[in-house]
């Protein structure tokens, strides 16, 4: 009973105090009487999250375990265990919030999509309600597909024991040019119930770090970022960061209006680009027209790595007091970490 209503929950200490509960070693433990006084509620919240409980009868000190078993019927278990019910449902909801998915890295990772892109997961499948499919708004086309199945469905060999144990995975689209060496690495698995040639499966167990899945989910959706503009013939917008500290962005346009750029997985020729300058400046200065992509291009210090740039040529230049990060932030653009498809209601505004 625990398990299920709390999965895909995340309990919050200063709630749980306030709520009543004591912490004893890493854990938070509560108590409380119902039916009465007659019997009593333990429950244990640990540091995963993860609730445990016991049902204890008040008159002989023992448990009451028939509220966990599914077989024993009659009215009064029924009643009991839908009292102890409603004393867990009320933790839930003071005490916990609710996560899109069932591990910590599936939530880290749509966190992140959430800040950088404000798009979430919708679940589609009604009889597999903990899968979450995340795609791009303007066209509904897929990027990402995270699911939770038994880890021996990944593995290659069908003698080996079977491993029953839930795992969640996301699946995402790649260069199919990249399949090959991704799947000679820990934590990539040949794509599961989709098209191997492009698509793959990562095991978001942690094996696999956050920014490494966060970079190929970004190319992910940057395949299908562009779908609609290009079939209509119509270049895609773009907003890109530029750190000061690492390139002097203001200096190189001051010398030609022509500069090399680094390379962004899904820009072509003819697309719009538009970069936003970093602290201390904080705004949008440059609005650049990309003519010509994928130049071979090596490079590599502490901040910056290339392997591929794209000419980029000055067509306007913005004060920075116009489209500072407070006025896109009105817009919705709350982060600018990478590459993005430029949002219509920015474009509208900045083209007035």
Known sequence: ME?????????????????????????????????RGAFRAEITVRPDSSV??????????????????EEAVGSFVGTIRQEYKQILLNVRTACFSKDPFLFAQSNRIASALAEKYQEYPDYPFSELPHYGVFRYPK????????????????????????????????????????????????????????????WISILLDGTVPDKTILTLLETSRNFVV??????????????????????????????????????????????LVY????????????????????????????NVSMTRVMKIKRLKMYDPSLWTFEKLKTLGITALRGPRFAPDNFLKEITK
């Open 139 to 198: 066209n509904r086309k897929w990027y990402g597909l995270i699911m939770n199945i038994p880890k021996y469905r990944l593995l290659k060999d069908k003698k080996a024991p079977k491993d029953e144990t839930i795992v969640e995975i996301l699946n995402l689209k790649v260069d199919s040019k990249q399949v090959d060496a991704l799947l000679k690495t820990k934590g990539f698995y040949p794509c599961y119930h989709m098209n191997r040639v492009n």
């Open 275 to 302: 970069l936003y300058v970093a602290a201390p400046v904080s705004a949008v200065r440059y609005k650049c027209k990309v003519l010509e992509v994928n130049i071979p291009y090596k490079y590599k210090d502490k």
């Open 226 to 271: 562009g779908t609609t503009s290009r079939k209509l013939g119509k270049p895609t917008s773009w907003l890109i960061p530029a750190n000061p500290k690492y390139f002097d962005i203001d200096g190189a346009f001051a010398k030609d209006d022509t500069i090399l750029w680094k390379q962004s997985s899904a820009v072509q020729v003819g697309d």
């Open 52 to 69: 445990t409980g016991r049902v204890i009868d008040t008159r002989t000190g023992g448990e009451y375990s028939a509220v966990h078993v």
């Open 3 to 35: 398990q299920e209503l709390f999965a895909r929950h995340t309990a919050h200490a200063d709630k749980l105090v306030s709520f009543g509960f004591i912490k004893k070693g890493k854990d938070f433990f509560y108590q409380e009487a119902f039916h």
